[in-house]
Structures are given as structure tokens and as C-alpha cells.
């Protein structure tokens, strides 16, 4: 089936460390998407890849940083310098973002925990 | 980043209740866009807005694009268990440097009594 892959499903983490988090589609859609998720603040955009090899900083890029490599991949590696981790992360990817839908695909998201 | 307000925050009701749900921002937005989050998922699309004026339905939910632009609506009729979630508005300001960049509310935790 067709869909959006997110691994792992949960993580925990000792302060100063880096992790990686991955996400895979199959949906052979261009675009791709990294969102942070807290309570009660909704969504907010880290960073996003309209196409290979492309990628552009989100509304709260600083402590992050990804890679668009292959078309279907998008890892997301939280770094040391982000000060405040512990979240859910949710990965989406879209048609493609030259077309005016909106509509993203999320995956089912990585909880990350820092100890 | 630009805020959509998204009210109410909460809401617990009794299962065939209906219940309704908007999100205001002071910029205008061409596409306006409701998910649903189930615990420990991911929000998935129920209704995608893309005129100003614009009423749509799916089953039991309703949603209206608002003339100003500036806000929507979604309605869920008589309520059942399964509605319980985060409903989140989207808005996304339409062609050239937005792309598909969503501006998303802060969620509505819906929980339904049987």
C-alpha cells in the first residue's frame, strides 16, 4: 500500500546527543514535509523539500537539519543545539508543491523523548 | 509565523450532539483545509476548501470557506464516539512562494460521552 512511513515510532534520547529520524514515502510524490507538534500549538513547519536535492527552513529550522537525497526519502536529524526536543514529529509529503492543493499525507509521526 | 486561531481549544460533549468549530486569522488564506488526528497518528484530510464562499460536505461533516477569506467553519453532525480526536484547521495562502506550506490552527481536543 501506498503511504508514508515513520521510524521509529518512539525514541529516547540523552541530552547533547543527536538523532536521526526517518521517513520514507512511496507515494511518488515531490514534496516533503517536517512538522513539530506540542500541545496545544499545533503544527509547526521545521523544514520542507519541493524536490530533490532542494530544502528550505521552515517557521523553526534552528537545532535541526535534513537531507533530500532520494526522491522517496526525507530524514530529519535533531541536533544538540535544539534546545527544547522532547516532541512529537510528523512527516507529510505532497503531489507536489508547484500545485495548489494543500493537501498533505502525514505519517504517523516519531515521539522523541530527551532524558 | 502567521497564526490561525482556532476556537474552541476544547469540548466534550454527549454522543448525537452536534458540534461546531472555527478558525480565524487576520491574513487572507486561498485554501483552507480540516484534519483529524487520532491519538499517537498522524492528521488526516477530511475537507479541502478552495473557494471563498464555498460549502462542503462529507457525511456528517460540514465545512464553509468564509467570504472575507479570513476564516472557516466545520460542523459535525450527530456526534458518535469515534469523532473523538484533534481537529486542526489549515490554511495556505495560495500560488508563487507558499507553495504547499500549511499554516495550521492549534487543534480542537474533541472528546465524545456515549
Known amino acids: 500500500d501506498g503511504g508514508i512511513t515513520q521510524s521509529p515510532k518512539y525514541l529516547f534520547r540523552k541530552e547533547g546527543q543527536n538523532v536521526t529520524l526517518s521517513c520514507e514515502q512511496n507515494?511518488?510524490?515531490?514534496?516533503m514535509y517536517w512538522y513539530r507538534q506540542d500541545p496545544g500549538q499545533g503544527l509547526r513547519l521545521i523544514y520542507y523539500?519541493?524536490?530533490?536535492?532542494?530544502?528550505q527552513k521552515g517557521d523553526i529550522a534552528e537545532g535541526y537539519s535534513v537531507s533530500r537525497e532520494k526522491k522517496e526519502s526525507f530524514p530529519l536529524t535533531v541536533t544538540s543545539a535544539q534546545k527544547n526536543p522532547t516532541a512529537f514529529y510528523l512527516c507529510?509529503?505532497?503531489?507536489?508543491?508547484?500545485?495548489?492543493?494543500?493537501?498533505?499525507?502525514f505519517g504517523e509521526g516519531s515521539r522523541l523523548t530527551v532524558l | 509565523g502567521q497564526q490561525l486561531n482556532q476556537s474552541p481549544q476544547s469540548m466534550f460533549i454527549q454522543e448525537g450532539e452536534d458540534v461546531s468549530m472555527n478558525c480565524t486569522s487576520s491574513?487572507?488564506?486561498?485554501?483552507w483545509l480540516w484534519y483529524k488526528q487520532d491519538p499517537g497518528e498522524g492528521p488526516v484530510l477530511l475537507i479541502a476548501?478552495?473557494?471563498?464562499?464555498e460549502l462542503t460536505s462529507n457525511g456528517r461533516l460540514t465545512a464553509q470557506f468564509g467570504i472575507t477569506r479570513k476564516d472557516s467553519f466545520l460542523n459535525i453532525s450527530a456526534s458518535i464516539p469515534s469523532d473523538v480526536g484533534i481537529y486542526f484547521c489549515?490554511?495556505?495562502?495560495?500560488?508563487?512562494?507558499?507553495?504547499?506550506?500549511?499554516?495550521f490552527g492549534q487543534g480542537t481536543i474533541l472528546t465524545v460521552h456515549p
Open positions: 507529510a509529503s505532497s503531489v507536489t508543491a508547484f500545485r495548489v492543493t494543500g493537501e498533505l499525507f
Open positions: 507515494l511518488n510524490h515531490d514534496a
Open positions: 523539500s519541493q524536490i530533490v536535492n532542494d530544502f
Open positions: 491574513s487572507i488564506f486561498n485554501t
Open positions: 476548501l478552495y473557494k471563498a464562499g
Open positions: 489549515a490554511g495556505q495562502r495560495g500560488r508563487g512562494t507558499s507553495y504547499g506550506k500549511l499554516t
